[in-house]
Nanobody
């Protein structure tokens, strides 16, 4: 079961790092969902972590990485904006590649709340 953590309240311009357990040689991703909106793709990483994919709205600000020694996937979020406020979910799929479609992912974490204040 995936466990996401690291969310919280941060001021605009600040940083947070989200963590999620990674079950093994799985492709991993982060998605987010703001109130009243659909779930959006944020970033994806393959196994063993050579390829990454980002949504345009986070390029240059967020970095996805993984540590297979620790069985973890991370999302480093810098220069946070008010519009980054959402529940962030990690997801995994048995195929080790990178994907941006939520229906490609078989396993989901419970979500962690990120709130960016002005």
């Amino acid at each position: 079961q995936l466990q996401a953590s690291g969310g919280g309240l941060v001021e605009a311009g600040g940083s947070l790092r989200l963590s999620c357990t990674a079950p093994g040689r799985y492709g991993m991703a982060w998605f987010r969902q703001a109130p009243g909106k659909e779930r959006d793709f944020v970033a994806s990483i393959d196994w063993p972590g050579r390829k990454t994919l980002y949504a345009d709205f986070v390029k240059g600000r967020f970095t996805i990485s993984r540590s297979d020694a620790n069985h973890m996937v991370y999302l480093q979020m810098n220069s946070l904006k008010l519009e980054d406020t959402a529940v962030y979910f990690c997801a995994a799929r048995r195929n080790a590649g990178i994907y941006s479609r939520s229906d490609r992912f078989e396993f989901w974490g419970q979500g962690t709340q990120v709130t960016v204040s002005s």
